[in-house]
């Protein structure tokens, strides 16, 4: 399913900052968890970070922890990753999945979710 949408990547240089959106029309995110994931070429997609519905709880993975941040701006149904600090390793395709649940969690386990976008290219690079 492409029933999500991400934007917001781009090229930037280390230490540099980009915000990413994870956004629906056919559904109210609010009551999803949402999951980011990243995929670099030859790597395996892993887990960046994920908010339970309602935003109970959220998780990230250590090599993002201090520098990205998720969060929800229900007014414009949209889930944003705010990435600071950035460095080459982060270049990657950054997907956002998305699974109803009233269950205050969320995992990185990318088949938990039910519903993903396209992906949007993140580049770090001098």
């Known amino acids: 399913q492409l029933q999500l949408v991400e934007s917001g990547g781009g090229f930037v240089q280390p230490g540099g900052s980009l915000r990413l959106s994870c956004a629906a029309s056919?559904?109210?995110?609010?009551?999803?968890?949402i999951g980011w994931f990243r995929q670099a070429p030859g790597k395996e997609r892993e887990g960046v970070s994920c908010?339970?519905?309602?935003?109970?709880?959220?998780n990230y993975a250590d090599s993002v922890k201090g520098r990205f941040t998720i969060s929800r701006d229900n007014a414009s149904n949209t889930v944003y990753l705010q990435m600071n600090s950035l460095k080459p390793e982060d270049t990657a395709t950054y997907y956002c999945?998305?699974?109803?649940?009233?269950?205050?969690?969320?995992?990185?386990?990318?088949?938990?979710?039910?519903?993903w976008g396209q992906g949007t290219q993140v580049t770090v690079s001098s």
């Open positions: 999945e998305a699974r109803h649940t009233i269950q205050a969690m969320c995992v990185f386990d990318a088949q938990w979710y039910g519903d």
């Open positions: 056919r559904f109210t995110l609010r009551f999803y968890a």
């Open positions: 908010v339970s519905s309602n935003s109970g709880s959220t």
